[in-house]
T-cell receptor
Framework: GESVGLHLPTLSVQEGDNSIINCAYS??????FIWYKQESGKGPQFIID?????DKRQGQRVTVLLNKTVKHLSLQIAATQPGDSAVYFC???????????FGKGTLLTVNP | EAGVTQFPSHSVIEKGQTVTLRCDPI?????LYWYRRVMGKEIKFLLH????????ESGMPNNRFLAERTGGTYSTLKVQPAELEDSGVYFC???????????????FGEGSRLTVL
């Protein structure tokens, strides 16, 4: 599978804990944000998205929070499970609506 | 329904050689994208096809890279001649929605890992 970069931010949590992964963006024109999960050897998989007219959106065990004032995005995973271990990427679209700009990714490790 | 498929999954070539990566999008998806992730860096946009037309190729690094999508179905990305800095994972994605509307969900393939020695 794809190996991660040496400087990839990491987050290690215990199974059952809640996880919070953060992402900062710089383009104030961005109006669409997505979180992707990438497991080893696989491509990015869509988790949840949010538009700039919202500040919170919930899915199954996941919540995305958007703070446009400070250009900050977070992904909260409730009751983290070993299967959640992966690299998580935030991505944003700045008006073009088809070109995504990805963040560096955060490696989440869930300890049983 | 089959997802986005990419071939080869891994290619090891020497500097100066040519490699062609292939992507088969999800059937019916007019939009096809190429992204790549160089070691330790972010996933970066390369280009976007709408059917057989290049909508945006602003992310292509240089003229050693050539992408095609003849007939608006599968796409190829050729690197000729390959350089060491081309090593990385090349992802293809497809989506059903049209540009200018909601981005919607991009479905990614598993990527083609390119190693240039």
């Amino acid at each position: 599978g794809e190996s991660v970069g040496l400087h990839l931010p990491t987050l290690s949590v215990q199974e059952g804990d809640n996880s919070i992964i953060n992402c900062a963006y710089s383009n104030s024109a961005s109006d669409y944000f997505i979180w992707y999960k990438q497991e080893s050897g696989k491509g990015p998989q869509f988790i949840i998205d949010i538009r700039s007219n919202m500040d919170k959106r919930q899915g199954q065990r996941v919540t995305v929070l958007l703070n446009k004032t400070v250009k900050h995005l977070s992904l909260q995973i409730a009751a983290t499970q070993p299967g959640d271990s992966a690299v998580y990427f935030c991505a944003e679209s700045g008006g073009s609506n088809y070109k995504l700009t990805f963040g560096k990714g955060t490696l989440l490790t869930v300890n049983p | 329904e089959a997802g986005v498929t990419q071939f080869p999954s891994h290619s090891v070539i020497e500097k100066g050689q040519t490699v062609t990566l292939r992507c088969d999008p999800i059937s019916g998806h007019d939009n096809l994208y190429w992204y790549r992730r160089v070691m330790g860096k972010e996933i970066k946009f390369l280009l976007h096809f709408v059917k057989e037309s290049k909508q945006d190729e602003s992310g292509m690094p240089n003229n050693r890279f050539l992408a095609e999508r003849t007939g608006g179905t599968y796409s190829t990305l050729k690197v000729q001649p390959a350089e060491l800095e081309d090593s990385g994972v090349y992802f293809c994605a497809s989506s059903q929605v049209l540009p200018g509307t909601a981005t919607g969900e991009l479905f990614f393939g598993e990527g083609s890992r390119l190693t240039v020695l």
